[in-house]
């Protein structure tokens, strides 16, 4: 019996024997380098997705920790004042920034921000003048003023103008401010932001005393 070839029955060591074997080794190395690749391509898409997803969670860490920020940063628990800057920019929509009495009431003593901010709770200032001569100003206090009176705040609670203007009385300008945001809670038809918690409403009891005699 003659020899078989190994490669379709061609006779080892002929052209077309020699041309077949480099032709399967080229595909045999052809598969490899295309599974070469493909584990590549693989690899790159896994490292690829671990990246976006590493990015994407930093991202996401960066924002969570940017707001957190922003919320210690305006509301502060140490810093009433500063809640209340906070309180009356997001109600008037102007820049208010203050940490201290004084500095509030540079940033209220046109009365500009007050009757934006009443604005925004319902009041209807039309004539809110920027102008910074004192009687223009005091007019602006006073507008909120009365408007603060009709949204149910106490006599007691409120100040007067010259609190605010002259700096006679910070103390109870910030009171008043308090007492209008407590006030707001039950403002028919209001839905925005407070600054105070709602007032306590004190009722009475109902029980009664019984008296009970026990028999010896």
């Not at 490292?47 to 960066?62: E, H, I, P, R, Y």
């Not at 102008?131 to 006599?155: P, W």
Request: with cysteine.
């Amino acid at each position: 019996m003659g020899d078989k070839s190994p490669i379709g029955g061609l006779r080892p060591g002929s052209e077309t024997f020699v041309g077949a074997q480099l032709s399967a080794d080229a595909r045999t190395a052809n598969a490899e380098a295309n599974s070469e690749l493909a584990r590549a391509a693989s690899a790159e898409a896994t490292n690829s997705a671990v990246v976006f997803k590493v990015g994407a969670v930093q991202l996401f860490s960066t924002k969570i920790l940017f707001s957190l920020f922003c919320v210690l940063k305006v509301y502060d628990p140490e810093n009433p004042i500063s809640n209340m800057a906070a309180w009356l920019q997001e109600l008037s929509g102007l820049p208010v920034a203050a940490a201290t009495e004084a500095e509030l009431q540079v940033q209220l003593r046109s009365g500009v921000v007050l009757c934006h901010a009443a604005n925004r709770i319902g009041a209807s200032i039309t004539a809110i003048s920027t102008n910074e001569k004192m009687f223009e100003q005091i007019s602006n206090i006073g507008k909120f003023l009365e408007f603060v009176k009709s949204t149910g705040v106490a006599d007691r609670d409120l100040f007067v103008t010259t609190d605010l203007y002259d700096n006679k009385d910070m103390r109870q300008v910030i009171i008043g401010l308090n007492s209008l945001g407590r006030a707001l809670h039950t403002l028919a038809g209001y839905s925005g932001p407070t600054v105070s918690r709602p007032a306590v409403v004190k009722r009475k009891s109902t029980f009664s005393t019984v008296a009970t005699e026990y028999k010896k």
